[in-house]
Each structure stands twice: as structure tokens, then as C-alpha cells.
């Protein structure tokens, strides 16, 4: 559903962003993005998203409707949550739809209220919600979870699982957790270096949903660490 080739985006004269990125994605597939800070993997993102356009090379998409998620939840302080999820569709538009978001996050008991009301797990469930109001083909998520402490944390992986089972929505998730992408996703791009170059690609191939103390995933983790250069091997490389 969408192919990239050879996109490269730098600034400041060939300065970071990343480069001679190419890859493609099927529908449905949960891709992750894994790499050091700096990298490039926002960027990434924003350009698959659209916002934008200042790159080199080709993309092509089948269908294009994308969502977003942040890191933040980006929410509307002065809107409700059921507001917030519905900010940008047309009134009375997709009411169903919002209805069946907020059961879907676990927050129609908590339609009416504020965000100052909220918990962080709550407020990127508002988020999770607002992303697919536009039901998107491809949901791109920028470290969404980042900011939330371990059990919220996990919680919200199976809550995007779940959405996945429902949806078969087709999803880029950038992050820091090598432990989060060997629990959501089916491929994982290693991006080195400034500019970023993908450096490698693992393939998961265990169902989901997946066992968090997996061995076959604690070896792919270690696969990973090595790739990132940040697996010691020995005890002298710690000297
Ligand atoms: N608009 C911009 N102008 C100039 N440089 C930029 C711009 N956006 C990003 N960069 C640079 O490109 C590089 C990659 O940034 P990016 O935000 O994509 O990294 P990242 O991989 O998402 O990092 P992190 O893991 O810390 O979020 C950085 O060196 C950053 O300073
Ligand atoms: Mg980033």
C-alpha cells in the first residue's frame, strides 16, 4: 500500500534528516521505526505524513488518509473529550463513529470531561481516538507512549493491538522501546547515523498477540542491541 524509494530529507546543506531511505509496506503490516536519538525518525514521519513535501526521491501511496499521534497528546484544553476526538470533522459528521472511538478507548464515561481532568493515559487514549476519527489507511505514531510509566505504558500497546484486530489498520510506530516494537510489530527498520540510513530490517514472525517474555523475542532483542551498537559483549567493553 505504500512504497518508498530512495527519499532523502536534510537540512542545512546535507546536514541530518536522513537519506536513501526505500522500502514498502503492506496493508494491515505494523512497521517499526527504532533508532538513536537524532536520526531522523520524526522526520520520516512527517514527510510519510504530508506535512512535509521538501524531500527528494519517490513515494507512492495506494490510498491516503493518514492519522497522527505524538508523543504529547496535542489535546484542546478549552474542548471536552468527546470534542477533542471530533475536532476537524464536520459537525454531526461521524457521530456514530466517535461514539464507538470512545467505547473502543475505554472513555465514554469520561466523554464530557476537560483534559486538565485527565490522566496521562487517558489524555493519549483521546488522542488514540482523535487519530482515527478520519479513519485513516495508515495510523503514524511518533513515540506515543513514551511519557507514560510502564503499566499505562503497556496497557495502551494492547489498546492499539486490539484496535489493530479490529481494524487491520495498516501502522508506522516510531519509538525508543525495543521492547514495545517486539511486542506490536511485524517488521522493525533500524535507522544509523545523521543523516539516518536504514541499516537494517528484522522480521517478527510470531502471531500476535504476542508473549512479553517471549525467549524467540529476548534473542531478537539482543539481535537489535547489536545492531545498534549498544550490546556489550564482554566484560573488557565495559572497562
Ligand atoms: N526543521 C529542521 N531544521 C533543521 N534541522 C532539523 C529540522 N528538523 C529536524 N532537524 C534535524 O534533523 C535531525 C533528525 O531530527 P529528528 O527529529 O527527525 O530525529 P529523531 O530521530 O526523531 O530524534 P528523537 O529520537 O530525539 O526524537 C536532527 O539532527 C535535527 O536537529
Ligand atoms: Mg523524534
Known amino acids: 500500500m505504500l512504497t518508498v524509494q530512495n527519499i532523502t530529507r536534510t537540512f542545512n546543506a546535507g546536514k541530518a534528516g536522513f537519506r536513501n531511505v526505500t522500502f514498502s509496506i503492506e496493508e494491515g503490516e505494523i512497521i517499526g521505526i527504532l533508532g538513536t536519538s537524532g536520526c531522523g ?7 510519510l ?3 512535509d513535501d521538501q524531500y527528494e526521491g519517490q513515494i507512492s501511496f495506494s490510498e491516503r488518509t493518514v492519522g497522527m499521534m505524538f508523543q504529547e497528546p496535542r489535546l484542546m484544553p478549552w474542548l471536552t473529550v468527546h470534542e477533542n476526538i471530533c475536532f476537524g470533522v464536520q459537525k454531526g459528521q461521524k457521530k456514530d463513529l466517535a461514539k464507538d472511538l470512545l467505547q473502543l478507548v475505554g472513555l465514554d464515561e469520561f466523554a464530557g470531561h476537560y483534559p486538565k481532568d485527565l490522566s496521562g493515559g487517558m489524555a493519549q487514549r483521546t488522542a488514540i481516538a482523535r487519530s482515527l476519527i478520519t479513519e485513516p489507511d495508515v495510523l503514524l505514531l511518533d513515540e506515543p507512549f513514551s511519557a507514560l510509566d510502564a503499566f499505562t505504558k503497556m496497557q ?3 489498546l492499539l493491538l486490539s484496535i489493530w484486530q479490529k481494524r487491520q489498520t495498516t501502522m508506522i510506530l516510531v519509538t525508543h522501546d525495543i521492547d514495545e ?3 506490536l510489530c511485524d517488521r522493525i527498520f533500524i535507522l544509523r547515523g545523521q543523516p539516518g540510513e536504514l541499516y537494517a530490517e528484522i522480521n517478527i514472525e510470531q502471531a500476535k498477540p504476542r508473549s512479553r517474555g517471549d ?3 529476548a534473542e531478537k532483542k539482543a539481535e537489535i542491541l547489536n545492531l545498534l551498537d549498544l550490546n556489550h559483549k564482554s566484560k573488557e567493553d565495559l572497562l
Open 41 to 47: 525518525k520524526s522526520t520520516l514521519l512527517r514527510v
Open 181 to 183: 516494537a517486539l511486542y
Open 215 to 217: 525467549v524467540a523475542l
Open 156 to 158: 495502551l500497546q494492547d
Open 49 to 51: 505524513s504530508g506535512l
